[in-house]
């Protein structure tokens, strides 16, 4: 029974860990998704970045969260 209760501990730990990682990548990637210019120029300043949604299956870390955020954060720009 103990080995049960750790396990799933260590799970929701792990979860928890890869999650909070993903979203540090995705709001570092909106913000530079947000200022990429492709004339170059002065890049405007970035606003505050969202909360990040909740990894697609198959997306998990900060890499995968930062190139969302890349994506993301540019079309926010173009909308403008």
């Known amino acids: ?9 260590f ?4 979860g928890i860990c ?3 990682n993903y979203g ?3 709001q570092e990637g909106n913000k530079k998704g947000y200022q ?3 004339s170059g120029g002065i890049e405007p300043i970035a606003p505050i970045p ?7 299956i198959g997306e998990r ?3 995968d969260g930062y190139r ?3 994506i993301e954060g540019h079309e926010e720009r173009i909308g403008d």
């Open 24 to 26: 540090k990548g995705y």
């Open 1 to 9: 029974m103990k080995w049960l209760v750790l396990s799933i501990c």
């Open 61 to 63: 870390g900060y890499d």
């Open 11 to 14: 799970v929701f730990i792990a």
């Open 50 to 56: 969202p909360i990040a949604p909740i990894p697609a």
């Open 18 to 20: 890869v999650a909070d």
């Open 68 to 70: 969302r955020g890349v």
């Open 36 to 38: 990429y210019q492709e």
